[in-house]
């Protein structure tokens, strides 16, 4: 669906008006989705779709995932967890895991940022090398 120029900023004032403190409230996001709907002004689709892409794009940024080969120790994990809201700003919604694959190391992804200081990583790196 091609989405008109009116429709994106409209969209875009939407999701402006949902941030509180510079943090999406899911509140005045679900309260702005019913009234869009109620009203279902010309175009209402595209203005939703934008909108609808934008908060998607800002829980990305919002959600950090972080793994390592083995269950991680709870002081490195308050120290990770405290070097990511320093960078990331607060909100953050942090997840640990464990990947066995990543044979040591961490990776993390936050949005679309990726640092991977896994062993396997720095093998892959290695082998291209040669």
Known sequence: MKISKQARREGKELFRSCLVN???????????????LEVKPRGYLGLLAH?????KLDLARRTAKVEGAVSLPEDLRA???AGLVRIYGPGLQISF??????????????????????????LAALNEAF
């Not at 909108?51 to 908060?55: A, G, P, T």
């Not at 464990?98 to 396997?120: C, F, H, K």
């Open 22 to 36: 510079g943090v999406l409230d899911e509140n005045r996001v679900r309260q702005a989705v019913r009234r869009v």
């Open 51 to 55: 909108f609808e892409r934008l908060v």
């Open 79 to 81: 120290r990770v967890e």
């Open 97 to 122: 895991g464990q990947n066995p694959a990543l044979l040591g190391g961490l990776r993390i992804q936050v949005g679309s940022d990726v640092y991977d200081g896994s062993v396997r990583a720095r």
